[in-house]
């Protein structure tokens, strides 16, 4: 008889099943670490849950890129104007407000009060100060600006929580005043009680705005003012991950729960 060229046949579909088997477990693994690294990535975007008279705020945290990486207690100068020209860059009037937001600075996440913007607008002139009491975790760092006059007072409280507890002072338009927690977490929390000791010049509607990053720009999301009959505005704050990197951590501990079922 002839000899015949060697042909590949291949395997029966039933021999090949332990080859699928491993396939899907690489495909799924594959998936699972992809998911891993993208929620590695996603889950340093944070967001803060801000609660207070007739207020539920979530607002996404937005970069300011070097600032508050002079140490504990400082917050400079320059990191005041340095924020205050990147929200006016983004059309939002500083000036005659508190505005409260959280940023990404050298310091990790922070929780951000700036007490009004230089600026030429209006209302200008006038001292005016502003009363503040904070506590959060004793793990976070504080950094505080209060202008030519005010002073601040730091303790520790004790069951790893901290207070802060002064004035700002500033002359409305001309200078300006901040403070900061940094180096906040997912999951840290806190308060924030602000105190009418004579504002003077500052707006008279809306002049707390608090405010969210909308992907390429900083945005008004809500606006607020002392309490009726009240000189004093009291809040709770929250540190929490955005709902896309809390989906996608989500996915990454899917994918690990199907690998040890196999």
């Known amino acids: ?96 407000r508190v505005s409260i937001f959280l940023a990404e600075t050298a310091n990790g996440w922070s929780v951000v ?11 200008l002139g006038n001292n005016s100060t502003i009363g503040f009491t904070s506590s959060t975790s004793d793990v976070a760092d504080h950094h505080w600006n209060t202008d030519n006059g005010g002073g601040m007072n730091w303790w520790d409280l004790g069951n790893q929580t901290q207070l802060v507890d002064g004035t700002f002072e500033w002359e409305t338009g001309a200078t300006s005043a ?21 504002l003077d010049q500052l707006v008279p509607q809306g002049m707390f705005q608090f405010l969210r990053w909308g992907g390429n720009q900083w945005e008004v999301d809500h606006t607020a003012d002392f309490q009726d009959a009240s000189d004093t505005l009291a809040l709770a704050f929250k540190v929490i991950p955005t709902p896309g990197a809390l989906g996608l951590l989500g996915l990454a501990g899917l994918g690990s729960r199907r690998r040890r079922r196999r």
């Open 1 to 96: 008889m002839g000899t015949y060229p060697c042909i590949e046949t291949p395997e029966p579909t039933m021999n090949r099943r332990p080859e699928i088997e491993m396939n899907r477990k690489i495909a799924w693994t594959c998936l699972a670490g992809s998911a891993v690294v993208i929620a590695a990535a996603s889950a340093s975007a944070e967001s803060i849950r801000i609660t207070g008279p007739s207020m539920f705020l979530e607002l996404e945290g937005g970069s300011m890129t070097g600032t508050l990486g002079g140490g504990v207690e400082i917050f400079e100068t320059s990191d005041l104007e340095f924020m205050q020209q990147e929200l006016q860059a983004d059309g939002i009037d500083t000036q005659g």
């Open 178 to 198: 901040g403070f900061a927690w940094s180096d906040m977490e997912a999951g840290m929390s806190g308060t924030a009680t602000y105190i009418d000791l004579g």
């Open 113 to 123: 009060s700036l007490f009004d913007g230089n600026g030429s607008g209006n209302p």
